[in-house]
């Protein structure tokens, strides 16, 4: 039998716990995310997964364990994480893939390509804040006021992107830095457009 819209959105939330934070939530916490009535809903669901042999009970708090298979793969993507970008001053990035995460494809838009970590405060306006995962969609061109990842003399930050007529701006989301101002003479380059991002990871 698959799994109910219900079961499955319980699942995601389960994996997503268990990637942003390292270990699954309690049923209590199930029950206050989906708005049950009771624990004992939410237990209720639970037992219709682990029935399913999409996770298993373990009989103690936080003993769920999910299983190979607990969501279609149509729903999940595998995003390799290759290092660190700054958000503040630029820093140069080591490209080399650290480890791969397995995410709910719900979490970005547009689809992205690769992870990267972000070291620093500049964005915190904007919700992205130090050591959070930021997912990167592979592309050269932005729109005025998107969300960036850019390359500026071989080093790489994430800030927000604005071009006028005195040439690119780099916009800080955090009154306490400066915009770094893109010249004619820079080595600048687009290298991929916010998705979104997981934090805790």
Sequence with gaps: MAPTPAQLKVLRFLRDHIIRRGYPPSVREIQHAFGFASPNAAAKHLHALAAQGLLELAGRARGIRLLGGALPAADTLTLPLIGKV????????EAHVERNLSLDRS????????????????????????????????????????????RVDGAVTVKVFR????????MPRNPAYSAIEVDATSDFAIEGLYCGLVRGA
Excluded: C
């Design 86 to 93: 700054a958000a503040g001053m630029p820093i140069l990035v």
């Design 107 to 150: 979490l970005f838009k547009p689809e992205p390509d690769y992870l990267l970590r972000v070291v620093g405060d500049s964005m915190i306006d904007a919700g992205i804040l130090d050591a959070d995962l930021i997912a990167i969609r592979h592309t050269p061109e932005a729109r005025n006021g998107q969300i960036v990842v850019a």
């Design 163 to 170: 071009r006028d007529h005195r040439g690119v701006h780099l």
